[in-house]
């Protein structure tokens, strides 16, 4: 751990990442996604990295949600279907 100082350049604030990172994926040049959690933290994702991160949660929101989307397949093919509660 390290601890930085937050810099003005421009009109943006900027931090260092120390070298070390660069094994991380944080390399000159790379895009990162900046995400602010509800605890006023920051989250910083590698751009390639959030393609997968996103992947990962829509297949577990399918998992979780196969009925639904079921019946909303269904009903998009013109083939309403409810489910029974016998």
Do not use: W
């Not at 120390?18 to 994926?25: K, Q, R, V």
């Not at 790379?30 to 996103?54: K, Q």
């Amino acid at each position: 751990m390290k601890i930085v100082k937050i810099r003005r350049v421009g009109n943006s604030n900027v931090i260092s990442l120390p070298h070390e990172l660069e094994g991380h994926g944080y390399t000159v040049g790379t895009e990162v996604m900046v995400e602010e959690i509800e605890t006023g933290e920051l989250r910083i994702v590698p751009a390639p990295r959030v393609r997968r991160l996103i992947r990962e949660a829509a297949r577990r929101v399918i998992a979780e949600d196969q009925e639904a989307l079921r019946i909303l397949a269904e009903h998009d093919r013109g083939q309403v279907c409810f489910p029974t509660t016998e």
